[in-house]
């Protein structure tokens, strides 16, 4: 069987929480196979990323970035785990 994807475009006018259901103009059913990633930072993040760090606060690593959602089984054989409980990374 295989896996039916969509891309979630977050938008923060509409966000009301984690608890919610996203709306349906933030959804798009895609092909995964001809799909294109980002190819750069969308400018909502690093404004976030700049302000949270000028605040000394931990933040989301994926804010305002297009998420992919997909039902079904996804082959992680060979991809890089990130283990978030260990110590943050140094800058």
Not at 11 to 23: M, Q
Not at 35 to 61: I, N, W
Request: proline fraction near 5%.
């Amino acid at each position: 069987m295989k896996n039916k994807n969509a891309v979630y475009f977050y938008n923060k006018e509409n966000y009301k929480g984690p608890a919610t259901d996203i709306p349906d103009e933030e959804i798009q059913i895609i092909d995964i196979i001809s799909y294109q990633e980002c190819s750069a930072l969308p400018s909502d993040t690093l404004a976030y990323f700049t302000e949270e760090h000028r605040k000394g606060v931990k933040f989301g690593m994926f804010a305002h970035i297009p998420h992919i959602l997909s039902l079904g089984n996804i082959n992680v054989k060979g991809v890089n785990k990130i283990n978030w409980s260990v110590a943050p990374v140094q800058t």
